[in-house]
Structures are given as C-alpha cells and as structure tokens.
C-alpha cells in the first residue's frame, strides 16, 4: 500500500518535481548541459552488446565502488558498464576516474515517467545499487523488467532501521528483488536480514579502496609554498563545524603561532561562506578556488575544489575527520590513514562505526568530544613527533588490511559478470573498436 501510494504521488507530482529541479539547477546543484538526463532523456547512445548498471548517489558511494569497477574492466574488458550518480560533484570525479569499460549519466528523478525513458534506453542486464540510496520506482521497475539487482556496500543506520520496520511490507518488498545484498558489516546485515533481504553476506570496499590520488606536480608546488611550515587539516567539513574549528585554532596559535590550517570542506561550493567563518575570526585566508591565491602567509587555506583531498592528506600529519562534530554520522577515516596521516574525529561516527572500531582497537586514531578536546590533542600531536610516528603507522596498517573485502564482493557478483562476460561480443567486433 505505502509503495502504491509512493508511484501515485510521484506520477501526480511531475510539477513540483521539475519546479524542484529547476530550482536546484539555478543553485548549481543540477548540471544545466545535461539537464534532460535527470528526466530519462540518454545524453549518449546505448552501446551495443551486454551493460552492467552501477547506481551510486554521490561522492562517497561512487569512490568506493571505483576498484571494483577497475576490476570488472580489466578481467572483462569488453562488458560495458553505465554509472549513474546524482550529484555535479560526483558526475565531475567519475570523469576523471572510471575506467575506459564504464561512463556516467545522471540517475533520473523518481517518477515512472522518467524511470520508464531510462530503462527503455539504456535496457540493463544487471543493476549493482550501492549504499542506501533506494528509490522505489527505480528499483521495482528494474526488477519487474527481469533486471537482476544486487545492493553492495549496504548500509542500513539503527535509525533507517527503525524508520523501515513501521513499513514491514513495503521494506520486504523493495529489499526482496535484491540479491545478494552485502553489507558493510555484520550489525547492517542482521538489520537488511530481518526487513527481508535474501542472500545477504558482509564485506565493506571503503576497507580495500587505494589511496585518493593526487597530481604530482601541485604536491610539489604546495611543497615549495609550504616550506617548513606545520600543517594540519580538517576534512570533508560541514556546516557548523568550521566555526568549532576557529576556536581550536585560538588556542593552537598560542602555541603554534605560524600553523598552517587547511579546511576542505564537504561540499566545495560552500568554499566563500567557509571562508567568511575564518575571517570573520580574524584569521588570513586564501582559497583555492580563487585564481592565483597562493598560500603566503595566510593562517588558513580553504581548499574548495573538487577531487583534491588525496593532496591535502598528503601535506598534513594529521587530521579532524568532518561530519563528526555535528549530528551527520562522519565521512571516511581510512582515507587520511592510507596516507598515514593521524585521524581524529569527534562523536558522531555513526556512519562509519566498524572503520572505527578497527581504529580505536589498535590505538590507530583518536576519538575528541568537543572542539576544545579536539584543540588540545592537536596541540599534543605537533608537538610529539614520536606519538604522532606511531599513531600514524598504525592506522595505516588498519586502513590497508582489508584488500579482501573487494574479492568477496566480485565473488558474489561474478556469476552475474560472467554470463554477461559471455553474451558480449567477441574481440576484433563493432563491439570491441567501439
């Protein structure tokens, strides 16, 4: 009854929808060249043969299905694969980074017109969801067109959990077409299990994604800017925690009055409001955005581009893990830690809870509660090289331990890739030049 319900409204509200949209697309939210793709309308003609659909909301999700999709391309190089995201950021870091077996296409809008337009071009063989983003229409006219569906990097919050458990039929209905659904450990799994999802297994790829990347020639120009500055960063922040961060640096400049901050946030069209909080606190800043700012003698510099944390990581030895000062459930600590770079983060890591358990087991990261604890194991941190060595090896040891977790989810999938693998045409086809 609630999906029923679901279809109709979002049949009847084409209107506020597209208002919505249009909306978004004058904030800079909706990429205007490619409007028609959040509708149904296919900026690109199918490829011929087999396609694999991958469907990631955003940033997150699509970097941590990038290796598998990495390997899918090279054992099976002449499967195409189409990756659908949401968001501009995300449309923008798949273009520089899918391999050349996959493209992206903006993921319609929810309603069965558009969801309708999509499967009647695109015509998948095999729809891979990843994480929790689940739009029913999507999903149920995918399966209802015999499209197998397999959810990975599954995550299913205790409050998610709740909200589907007052929706028992409609949660067993969306999670039943799936199969198998892996998820990112073994409390989400027990969650997806008992709302009804069958063949449900554990394995978490953020745990055996590479390193972020980053250009070779702009390290070396932050390296030469730098000099023989400390450093230290807050990344992937989001509103409300760069007035927190302000404050630590009040109290770490007493201390350490030529530090180096630099502030990555989350989203980076917040870059000039970011900036405002610096200033406004009475701190010399540049921002990266802006054509020709150099670093100079500015106490912080904000880093509002798209794609470039792997080189911040790299400048830093340590670093506050954004999300986890205000109720937003964190972002990835394993990112700074592959690159040994010391995580902190403060008490909302509900998002990545077994990342941080694993940490805190090994004494890899440390945990804050507020801003001003935050503060002092910063200022404890620059000042002991020694413990700060030791903190860093050993998350980086955490971080990279868990290479399996990408085999486990291949092996699930390949029976799915393999008969695809077959039906694709042979090499020396249209297929195989194009």
Request: charged share 20%; glycine share 8%.
């Amino acid at each position: 009854m609630i999906l029923e319900l679901y279809r109709a409204l979002t049949a009847v509200g084409g209107p506020a929808i597209a208002l919505y949209l249009r909306s978004r697309r004058g904030r800079g939210k909706e990429d205007a060249a490619r409007y028609g793709e959040r509708f149904g309308h296919a900026g690109r003609p199918r490829p011929p043969g087999p396609l694999a659909w991958v469907h990631a909301a955003s940033v997150g999700e699509a970097l941590s299905v990038l290796p598998a999709l990495t390997r899918i391309g090279r054992d099976r190089p002449h499967l195409t694969v189409l990756v659908t995201t949401g968001t501009v950021t995300s449309a923008a870091l798949m273009a520089e980074r899918l391999p050349a077996t996959a493209f992206h296409q903006y993921v319609p809008v929810d309603r069965p017109d558009a969801v309708a337009r999509f499967l009647d071009h695109w015509r998948p063989d095999l729809a891979i969801w990843v994480e929790s983003e689940l739009w029913p229409n999507l999903i149920l006219a995918a399966h209802a067109r015999g499209i197998p569906l397999a959810l990975v990097q599954g995550r299913m919050s205790e409050r998610a959990f709740a909200r589907w458990r007052r929706i028992p039929g409609a949660a067993r209905t969306l999670l039943g077409v799936f199969a198998p659904v892996i998820a990112q450990s073994p409390a989400m799994a027990e969650r997806f299990a008992a709302l009804g999802a069958r063949a449900v297994a554990v394995a978490d790829l953020k745990e055996a994604a590479p390193p972020l990347p980053a250009d070779e020639g702009a390290l070396a120009d932050l390296r030469a800017a730098l000099g023989s500055r400390l450093v230290w960063l807050a990344a992937s922040t989001h509103p409300g925690e760069e007035a927190a961060i302000a404050g630590v640096l009040a109290r770490i400049r007493r201390t350490h009055p030529d530090l180096l901050t630099i502030v990555v946030p989350r989203h980076p069209a917040r870059g000039s409001a970011v900036a405002a909080v610096f200033v406004d606190a009475g701190c010399r800043v540049a921002t990266r955005s802006q054509a020709g700012a150099a670093i100079g003698d500015a106490d912080v510099y904000v880093a509002d581009t798209i794609g470039e944390l792997g080189l911040f990581f790299r400048l830093a030895p340590l670093a506050f893990i954004g999300g986890s000062l205000v109720p937003h459930g964190g972002q990835n600590p394993f990112e700074a830690a592959r690159l040994r770079t010391v995580p902190l983060w403060g008490p909302s890591m509900t998002n990545f809870a077994p990342m941080v358990a694993a940490l805190s087991a090994a004494n890899a990261g440390i945990a804050v509660d507020d801003a001003a604890a935050l503060a002092a194991v910063v200022v404890r941190l620059l000042g002991d090289t020694r413990e700060r060595d030791a903190l860093a090896g050993r998350a980086e040891a955490v971080a990279t331990a868990g290479a399996a977790a990408l085999e486990r989810v291949l092996a699930a999938l390949a029976p799915f890739l393999d008969r695809l693998n077959a039906a694709a045409p042979p090499a020396g086809s249209d297929r195989a030049r194009a």
